[in-house]
Structures are given as structure tokens and as C-alpha cells.
């Protein structure tokens, strides 16, 4: 059935606006609803999920997940960006797990803890490369950072105590620490594209 436009707004005197329904049962199956040509919320019956085909504005200030209008069912939860991209509300942990790189513009304050920390399991060999490569991003150039953790590999433990990137030539990872074998301070570099191995456990925090 279509309801030409010259009638003007379509008043409702019930609470229900029904699409796919006989008036007895629902057929179960796609639905749409147009605004313009190219704005319009759609049902897909097989994927159990409702698109919008623009962004929404919301005349509130509260988006709640897990709730049924009176109350909370305090369960997991999820906000995605892309099909890898996404937040993830754990419930039974008790925390929030970004599976990407989070950015601010301005300081970031936490309770405890530090802001990056990144651990390869004993026995995961990592080339100075590799380690560059997956800190690069977050070591700010030039400048020592203080950080923890340690470094396993032929040559013995290492105990970080803080860290550098060097960009004044070959840019390098410098980690700062305790060498057990050696009984003393020294330093272990990461250097990009550098196909010697690193380690075979790290951990650190910064």
C-alpha cells in the first residue's frame, strides 16, 4: 500500500507502527522505512540487526547498552568502528578492552597502571625490527621515558629501567636497564630494519 504525499502527516491513534504484520502475526522478514531516497532504517531479518543508512542524533544525554528501559541487564557489551576496530565492555572482568591504539590530545589519568604495555611470550622470538615496529608509535622521539619490564634472550636477562627513541640517525629503540650476566647498567637497542633478534621474552610497561 502506498500513502500519497498530498495527505500531509500520518497521525497514529495506537502505540504500535507494524511493518510485515497481517494484523494477527508478523511474517518475520526484511523491512524498511524511507525518508528520502537515500535516508532510510532498515530491518534485515537474517542478520538480526536494524541499519541506518545516515548518522543519528540523539536529544539526550545517555546511550545505555543492556537495558531494557527500567533497568540494566549487566551483561558484555560492544561499540564497533570497522569489522577490527571496536570497545569492548567485559563484564565479569570489570573492564573496557580497546583492541586498538587509543590517542588523547591532552593527558590521560588512571587509578593505576601505566600507559602502554606490551608483552611477547617466552619463546616468541622478535627481531630489533619487529620491536621497533610495534613501539614505534607509541615512544615519543628523543627523549628518555621512564619504563619497566624485562628482556630475555641469548645474552642473558635485561631489567628495563627506561627507554629512548633515537631518530638522530638510524632510528633506533634504546632500552636502559640492568644487565645480570654483565653485573651492570648498559643498553639494549632496537633498530629498524634490523633482522637480529631481539628477544625471545619482553615485557614492558612505560
Do not use: C
Not at 76 to 91: N, P
Not at 173 to 190: C, L, P, Q, T, W
Amino acid at each position: 500500500m502506498f500513502l500519497d504525499s498530498t495527505i500531509g502527516d500520518l497521525s497514529l491513534a495506537g502505540d504500535y507502527l507494524r511493518l510485515n504484520h497481517s494484523g494477527s502475526a508478523f511474517t518475520d522478514s526484511d523491512a524498511s522505512i524511507y525518508f528520502a531516497s537515500d535516508a532510510s532504517i532498515f530491518w534485515d531479518e537474517s542478520a538480526d540487526i536494524l541499519v541506518f543508512s545516515k548518522d543519528i542524533a540523539i536529544n539526550n544525554n545517555l546511550l545505555r547498552f543492556n537495558h531494557d528501559g527500567s533497568s540494566f541487564s549487566n551483561a558484555d557489551a560492544y561499540i564497533y568502528f570497522a569489522s577490527d576496530a571496536s570497545i569492548f565492555w567485559d563484564e565479569s572482568e570489570n573492564y573496557f578492552y580497546f583492541n586498538k591504539i587509543v590517542r588523547s590530545s591532552w593527558y590521560t589519568y588512571t587509578n593505576f597502571g601505566r600507559r602502554v604495555t606490551k608483552h611477547w611470550a617466552y619463546g616468541t622470538s622478535r627481531t630489533q625490527a619487529q620491536v621497533y615496529t610495534e613501539l614505534n608509535s607509541t615512544v615519543p622521539s628523543d627523549v628518555y621515558i621512564i619504563a619497566s619490564g624485562t628482556i630475555e634472550n641469548a645474552d642473558g636477562l635485561f631489567r628495563i629501567t627506561a627507554m629512548k627513541k633515537n631518530t638522530g640517525g638510524t632510528n633506533t629503540i634504546e632500552f636502559y636497564g640492568y644487565d645480570e650476566v654483565a653485573a651492570g647498567n648498559s643498553r639494549r637497542d632496537a633498530v629498524t630494519g634490523s633482522a637480529t633478534i631481539f628477544s625471545t621474552d619482553i615485557t614492558v610497561a612505560y
